[in-house]
């Protein structure tokens, strides 16, 4: 009885990990740059936050699987001009979010803590996914198309002239990218979580 209740779980845990995922890959093709911050190939989408929702509600792990769910359907689906990379960048960043965001909430479930999980998930995720972009996206993406890096740091020029290599390119935009995409999905969490996690925890 037991083992087919855990198995009932499983089930409908993967049912809802699978929904929240093509959700979240539908989010995906709503993205837009911000053109005074970062240079056009980096957009924002809230792709990220049936994730969040979904490590809320039912472990940061969710988030993660989610987060995989998404970026697979996307390469299977849409195909990719990155040769991945984009995909594992997507990954990355959202899995940090997610994981820590749910990992901090779910040792007590207040809305204060739900406020701090978010604000870490931030600030995790800026830091990860600069260093990753810094030390290996940034440098495999223009391995793989056959760029120069300036080609980047040229187009981060464009908006800050205060961009003048890699280092700056990140300090001065990848990070307030990544803050003020985790400062909207911060925003947008706090205000639908309570109303959509009974759906989740039916």
């Known amino acids: 009885m037991h083992s087919l209740s855990k198995d009932i779980w499983n089930t409908r845990t993967m049912v809802k990990v699978s929904v929240l995922g093509v959700i979240s890959f539908i989010l995906m093709f709503f993205e837009f740059p911000i053109p005074w911050l970062a240079p056009t190939f980096m957009k ?3 792709s990220d936050l049936p ?8 472990g940061p792990m969710v988030g993660v699987m989610v987060q995989f769910l998404k970026n697979l359907l996307n390469i299977l689906i849409e195909g990719t001009t990155t040769g ?3 995909e594992l960048a997507n990954f990355v960043v959202g899995s940090v979010f997610a994981f820590t965001a ?11 803590r739900a406020l701090v999980g978010l604000i870490c998930g931030t600030i995790a995720m800026t830091i990860t996914i600069t260093l990753a972009n810094y030390f290996v996206i940034f440098p495999l993406y223009a391995k793989l198309m056959g760029l120069d890096m300036q080609v980047f740091i040229d187009m981060g020029k464009a908006i800050n002239e205060n961009i003048t290599d890699l280092r700056s390119l990140m300090l001065l935009s990848v990070v307030p990218f990544n803050l ?10 706090l205000l639908i979580y309570k109303r959509v996690s009974p759906i989740l925890h039916k």
């Open 102 to 112: 749910g990992l901090i909430y779910h040792r007590k479930k207040t809305f204060t």
């Open 44 to 46: 924002l989408d809230i």
């Open 51 to 58: 994730s969040l929702i979904g490590a809320f509600a039912l």
């Open 180 to 189: 003020l995409k985790g400062i909207i999905l911060t925003a947008l969490s």
């Open 84 to 86: 991945g990379v984009g």
